[in-house]
Protein backbone atom coordinates (compact mmCIF):
# COMPACT_ATOMS: atom_id res chain seq x y z
CA UNK A 1 0.00 0.00 0.00
CA UNK A 2 1.61 3.49 -1.39
CA UNK A 3 -0.11 6.06 -0.29
CA UNK A 4 -0.31 9.13 1.96
CA UNK A 5 -3.23 10.43 4.18
CA UNK A 6 -2.44 14.62 5.31
CA UNK A 7 -4.55 14.91 8.44
CA UNK A 8 -3.52 19.25 9.18
CA UNK A 9 -3.97 21.71 6.98
CA UNK A 10 -0.51 22.99 5.66
CA UNK A 11 1.07 24.30 2.62
CA UNK A 12 4.98 23.79 3.03
CA UNK A 13 7.84 21.87 2.17
CA UNK A 14 9.89 23.07 4.53
CA UNK A 15 7.44 23.28 7.91
CA UNK A 16 4.80 26.10 8.15
CA UNK A 17 1.82 25.26 10.84
CA UNK A 18 -0.34 27.53 12.09
CA UNK A 19 -1.39 26.35 15.91
CA UNK A 20 -4.69 27.46 16.83
CA UNK A 21 -6.15 27.96 20.35
CA UNK A 22 -8.46 25.22 22.40
CA UNK A 23 -11.91 24.86 21.76
CA UNK A 24 -13.97 24.85 25.42
CA UNK A 25 -14.93 21.07 24.27
CA UNK A 26 -11.20 20.25 24.17
CA UNK A 27 -10.29 22.36 27.16
CA UNK A 28 -12.83 20.34 28.97
CA UNK A 29 -11.40 16.98 28.03
CA UNK A 30 -8.18 17.89 29.53
CA UNK A 31 -8.29 15.14 32.27
CA UNK A 32 -8.18 12.84 29.35
CA UNK A 33 -5.08 14.23 28.02
CA UNK A 34 -1.94 12.27 27.24
CA UNK A 35 2.03 13.30 26.17
CA UNK A 36 3.29 12.64 23.20
CA UNK A 37 5.18 9.52 24.64
CA UNK A 38 2.13 7.69 25.03
CA UNK A 39 0.61 8.64 21.42
CA UNK A 40 2.15 4.95 19.91
CA UNK A 41 0.75 2.61 22.22
CA UNK A 42 -3.02 4.44 22.56
CA UNK A 43 -3.00 4.60 18.57
CA UNK A 44 -2.42 0.77 18.13
CA UNK A 45 -4.97 0.29 21.01
CA UNK A 46 -7.25 1.82 18.95
CA UNK A 47 -8.51 4.59 21.35
CA UNK A 48 -8.77 7.09 18.28
CA UNK A 49 -11.32 9.08 20.64
CA UNK A 50 -9.09 9.33 23.37
CA UNK A 51 -6.67 10.87 20.57
CA UNK A 52 -8.82 12.85 18.66
CA UNK A 53 -10.15 14.89 21.85
CA UNK A 54 -6.61 16.15 21.74
CA UNK A 55 -6.66 17.36 18.53
CA UNK A 56 -7.50 20.88 17.63
CA UNK A 57 -10.58 22.76 16.66
CA UNK A 58 -8.94 23.14 12.83
CA UNK A 59 -8.19 19.66 12.98
CA UNK A 60 -11.32 18.59 13.46
CA UNK A 61 -13.10 20.74 11.25
CA UNK A 62 -10.33 19.29 8.61
CA UNK A 63 -10.96 15.58 9.53
CA UNK A 64 -14.31 14.21 11.00
CA UNK A 65 -13.89 11.13 14.19
CA UNK A 66 -15.03 8.70 11.73
CA UNK A 67 -12.82 8.93 9.14
CA UNK A 68 -9.58 9.39 11.52
CA UNK A 69 -10.80 6.33 13.46
CA UNK A 70 -11.41 4.55 9.66
CA UNK A 71 -7.72 5.48 8.28
CA UNK A 72 -6.47 4.29 11.91
CA UNK A 73 -7.83 0.85 11.68
CA UNK A 74 -6.30 0.27 8.26
CA UNK A 75 -3.10 1.88 9.54
CA UNK A 76 -3.09 -0.92 11.97
CA UNK A 77 -3.00 -3.89 10.69
CA UNK A 78 -0.13 -5.80 10.51
CA UNK A 79 1.02 -3.61 12.73
CA UNK A 80 2.24 -4.99 16.46
CA UNK A 81 4.09 -2.41 17.80
CA UNK A 82 4.91 1.51 17.04
CA UNK A 83 8.87 2.91 18.13
CA UNK A 84 9.08 6.38 18.78
CA UNK A 85 12.40 6.58 16.30
CA UNK A 86 12.65 10.35 17.07
CA UNK A 87 11.33 13.75 18.70
CA UNK A 88 12.21 16.87 18.38
CA UNK A 89 11.22 20.62 18.96
CA UNK A 90 10.56 23.11 15.82
CA UNK A 91 8.77 26.14 14.65
CA UNK A 92 6.93 26.36 17.99
CA UNK A 93 6.01 22.33 17.91
CA UNK A 94 6.86 19.15 19.27
CA UNK A 95 7.09 16.72 16.36
CA UNK A 96 6.96 13.12 17.43
CA UNK A 97 8.20 10.37 14.94
CA UNK A 98 6.86 6.84 15.20
CA UNK A 99 7.88 3.34 12.88
CA UNK A 100 5.97 0.51 13.27
CA UNK A 101 7.41 -3.18 13.90
CA UNK A 102 6.88 -3.86 10.32
CA UNK A 103 9.60 -1.03 9.31
CA UNK A 104 7.22 -0.06 6.57
CA UNK A 105 4.66 2.60 8.30
CA UNK A 106 5.21 5.90 9.46
CA UNK A 107 3.46 8.11 11.48
CA UNK A 108 4.46 11.85 12.27
CA UNK A 109 2.16 14.18 15.50
CA UNK A 110 2.68 17.92 15.74
CA UNK A 111 1.82 18.47 19.40
CA UNK A 112 1.95 22.49 20.60
CA UNK A 113 2.81 23.39 23.89
CA UNK A 114 -0.29 22.75 25.56
CA UNK A 115 0.12 18.85 24.38
CA UNK A 116 -2.73 19.38 21.62
CA UNK A 117 -2.58 17.67 18.45
CA UNK A 118 -2.06 20.48 15.77
CA UNK A 119 -1.28 18.10 12.71
CA UNK A 120 -0.86 13.94 12.35
CA UNK A 121 0.21 12.33 9.12
CA UNK A 122 0.45 8.35 8.07
CA UNK A 123 2.99 7.43 5.91
CA UNK A 124 4.33 4.08 3.98
CA UNK A 125 7.86 3.69 4.86
CA UNK A 126 10.32 2.43 2.22
CA UNK A 127 12.45 -0.52 3.84
CA UNK A 128 13.81 -2.53 1.21
CA UNK A 129 16.17 -0.80 0.04
CA UNK A 130 20.22 -1.30 0.76
CA UNK A 131 21.52 2.05 1.17
CA UNK A 132 25.20 0.81 1.56
CA UNK A 133 25.00 -0.16 -1.82
CA UNK A 134 24.43 3.09 -3.12
CA UNK A 135 27.07 4.74 -0.91
CA UNK A 136 29.43 7.19 -2.77
CA UNK A 137 32.93 6.56 -3.18
CA UNK A 138 34.28 10.25 -2.78
CA UNK A 139 34.28 11.62 1.19
CA UNK A 140 32.81 14.91 1.21
CA UNK A 141 32.35 17.97 3.54
CA UNK A 142 29.09 19.73 4.83
CA UNK A 143 28.81 22.56 2.64
CA UNK A 144 28.64 24.88 5.35
CA UNK A 145 30.87 27.06 7.27
CA UNK A 146 28.54 27.73 10.50
CA UNK A 147 26.60 25.52 12.46
CA UNK A 148 23.25 24.34 10.96
CA UNK A 149 20.15 22.32 11.42
CA UNK A 150 19.33 19.63 9.50
CA UNK A 151 15.41 19.95 8.30
CA UNK A 152 15.86 17.02 6.19
CA UNK A 153 17.87 14.25 6.06
CA UNK A 154 18.11 10.62 6.83
CA UNK A 155 17.11 7.30 6.00
CA UNK A 156 13.60 6.41 5.61
CA UNK A 157 10.30 9.22 4.71
CA UNK A 158 9.88 9.93 8.55
CA UNK A 159 13.51 12.11 8.59
CA UNK A 160 13.58 12.61 5.17
CA UNK A 161 10.74 13.65 2.61
CA UNK A 162 13.41 12.86 -0.37
CA UNK A 163 13.62 9.39 0.23
CA UNK A 164 11.13 8.27 -1.56
CA UNK A 165 12.33 9.87 -4.66
CA UNK A 166 15.36 7.88 -6.65
CA UNK A 167 17.21 11.23 -7.45
CA UNK A 168 17.04 12.41 -4.53
CA UNK A 169 16.38 10.06 -1.77
CA UNK A 170 20.03 10.73 -0.09
CA UNK A 171 18.92 14.72 -0.30
CA UNK A 172 19.55 17.33 2.68
CA UNK A 173 17.85 20.34 3.70
CA UNK A 174 19.88 22.52 5.72
CA UNK A 175 18.17 25.67 7.78
CA UNK A 176 19.56 27.67 11.05
CA UNK A 177 17.53 28.10 14.11
CA UNK A 178 17.44 29.88 16.93
CA UNK A 179 15.07 28.90 20.19
CA UNK A 180 13.40 26.73 18.43
CA UNK A 181 12.49 29.07 15.03
CA UNK A 182 14.36 29.43 11.57
CA UNK A 183 13.03 33.55 11.75
CA UNK A 184 11.98 36.35 13.62
CA UNK A 185 9.76 38.63 13.21
CA UNK A 186 6.85 38.68 10.61
CA UNK A 187 8.75 35.18 8.45
CA UNK A 188 6.57 36.96 5.48
CA UNK A 189 10.11 38.12 4.21
CA UNK A 190 13.01 36.20 3.18
CA UNK A 191 15.67 38.75 5.44
CA UNK A 192 13.70 37.04 8.18
CA UNK A 193 14.95 34.00 8.18
CA UNK A 194 18.54 33.64 10.00
CA UNK A 195 19.91 31.41 6.87
CA UNK A 196 19.34 33.45 4.43
CA UNK A 197 22.10 35.29 2.68
CA UNK A 198 24.91 32.41 4.28
CA UNK A 199 27.81 31.40 2.65
CA UNK A 200 27.24 27.93 0.76
CA UNK A 201 30.91 26.28 -0.15
CA UNK A 202 31.97 23.26 -2.15
CA UNK A 203 31.79 20.25 -0.24
CA UNK A 204 35.06 18.12 -2.47
CA UNK A 205 37.29 19.89 -5.08
CA UNK A 206 35.98 19.24 -8.90
CA UNK A 207 34.74 21.27 -11.97
CA UNK A 208 31.72 23.38 -12.21
CA UNK A 209 29.23 21.86 -15.18
CA UNK A 210 26.48 23.64 -14.52
CA UNK A 211 24.75 26.90 -13.00
CA UNK A 212 21.70 29.35 -12.68
CA UNK A 213 21.99 32.10 -11.21
CA UNK A 214 19.21 34.40 -12.46
CA UNK A 215 16.01 32.98 -10.67
CA UNK A 216 14.21 35.59 -8.65
CA UNK A 217 13.77 34.37 -4.64
CA UNK A 218 10.32 33.22 -3.45
CA UNK A 219 8.10 35.29 -0.56
CA UNK A 220 8.45 32.89 2.01
CA UNK A 221 5.36 30.41 2.20
CA UNK A 222 3.24 32.51 -0.43
CA UNK A 223 4.87 30.91 -3.31
CA UNK A 224 6.79 28.19 -4.93
CA UNK A 225 8.12 27.90 -8.13
CA UNK A 226 7.73 24.46 -9.68
CA UNK A 227 8.69 25.17 -13.06
CA UNK A 228 12.23 25.93 -12.06
CA UNK A 229 12.54 23.56 -9.02
CA UNK A 230 16.15 24.00 -8.19
CA UNK A 231 15.80 27.39 -8.52
CA UNK A 232 19.42 28.97 -8.66
CA UNK A 233 22.04 25.90 -8.23
CA UNK A 234 25.54 24.95 -9.35
CA UNK A 235 26.43 21.65 -10.44
CA UNK A 236 30.01 20.22 -9.89
CA UNK A 237 31.56 17.11 -11.29
CA UNK A 238 34.13 15.04 -9.06
CA UNK A 239 35.31 11.89 -9.16
CA UNK A 240 34.42 8.70 -10.12
CA UNK A 241 31.53 10.57 -12.05
CA UNK A 242 29.53 11.38 -8.91
CA UNK A 243 27.60 15.61 -9.32
CA UNK A 244 27.17 17.35 -6.25
CA UNK A 245 23.97 19.39 -6.46
CA UNK A 246 23.26 22.49 -4.31
CA UNK A 247 20.06 24.55 -5.14
CA UNK A 248 18.07 27.35 -3.88
CA UNK A 249 20.56 29.98 -4.01
CA UNK A 250 19.74 33.66 -3.60
CA UNK A 251 19.51 35.34 -7.07
CA UNK A 252 22.99 36.93 -8.34
CA UNK A 253 24.64 35.67 -5.59
CA UNK A 254 26.49 32.64 -7.63
CA UNK A 255 30.29 33.70 -7.62
CA UNK A 256 31.65 30.31 -9.78
CA UNK A 257 31.34 29.88 -13.74
CA UNK A 258 30.78 26.40 -15.93
CA UNK A 259 34.08 24.85 -16.18
CA UNK A 260 35.73 26.70 -13.41
CA UNK A 261 37.92 24.58 -11.10
CA UNK A 262 36.45 24.66 -7.29
CA UNK A 263 38.72 23.93 -4.24
CA UNK A 264 36.91 22.02 -1.62
CA UNK A 265 35.90 24.81 1.02
CA UNK A 266 35.57 27.46 -2.11
CA UNK A 267 32.38 30.07 -2.01
CA UNK A 268 29.86 29.24 -4.25
CA UNK A 269 27.01 31.39 -3.74
CA UNK A 270 24.68 32.34 -0.96
CA UNK A 271 21.78 30.59 0.86
CA UNK A 272 18.40 31.73 -0.94
CA UNK A 273 14.78 30.90 -1.44
CA UNK A 274 14.64 30.32 -5.46
CA UNK A 275 13.15 27.38 -7.23
CA UNK A 276 10.28 24.94 -5.45
CA UNK A 277 11.48 26.42 -1.93
CA UNK A 278 8.95 28.03 0.29
CA UNK A 279 11.52 29.04 3.15
CA UNK A 280 15.19 29.77 2.55
CA UNK A 281 17.47 26.80 2.74
CA UNK A 282 20.27 24.55 0.81
CA UNK A 283 18.86 21.50 -0.87
CA UNK A 284 22.01 19.34 -1.33
CA UNK A 285 22.44 16.03 -3.02
CA UNK A 286 24.95 14.27 -5.06
CA UNK A 287 23.82 12.47 -8.30
CA UNK A 288 25.48 9.78 -11.00
CA UNK A 289 24.02 12.23 -13.35
CA UNK A 290 25.12 15.75 -14.06
CA UNK A 291 21.54 17.15 -14.85
CA UNK A 292 20.59 17.35 -11.20
CA UNK A 293 17.04 15.74 -11.32
CA UNK A 294 17.86 12.66 -12.92
CA UNK A 295 19.60 9.84 -12.03
CA UNK A 296 20.50 7.69 -8.82
CA UNK A 297 20.84 9.64 -5.61
CA UNK A 298 23.72 8.64 -3.75
CA UNK A 299 24.35 8.00 -0.45
CA UNK A 300 26.81 10.73 0.98
CA UNK A 301 30.06 9.61 3.21
CA UNK A 302 30.77 12.32 4.72
CA UNK A 303 34.46 13.15 6.07
CA UNK A 304 32.51 13.74 9.57
CA UNK A 305 31.97 10.03 9.58
CA UNK A 306 28.84 10.05 10.70
CA UNK A 307 24.86 9.97 9.39
CA UNK A 308 23.34 12.71 10.14
CA UNK A 309 19.01 13.41 9.99
CA UNK A 310 16.39 15.80 10.92
CA UNK A 311 16.51 17.34 14.22
CA UNK A 312 20.38 17.31 14.00
CA UNK A 313 22.86 20.38 14.10
CA UNK A 314 26.34 20.25 11.65
CA UNK A 315 29.11 22.73 10.96
CA UNK A 316 30.95 22.26 7.94
CA UNK A 317 34.45 24.23 7.26
Not at 127 to 152: C, G, H, L, R
Not at 167 to 172: E, H, I, L
Amino acid sequence: MRWIKWFIVLGFVLVATACTEKTDEEKGNDEMSFESEQFGELFLKGDFERIYGQTSGAFQEAVSFGEFESLGIQWNEGVNEYEQIKSLSFQGLDESLWLSDTKDKGIRVYFDEESTIQGLQVLPITNEISDAEFATKNTYQYPINEEMFVFWGGHNELVNYHYALESQRYAYDLVQVEDRFTYEGSGTENENYFVFGKEVLAPLEGIVVSIENSIYDNQPNIEMNAEQPLGNYVIIKHQHDEYSVLAHFKEGSIVVQEGDEVESGQLLGLVGNSGNSSEPHIHYHVSNDESGLAGQSLNIQFVAEQQVERGDQITGF
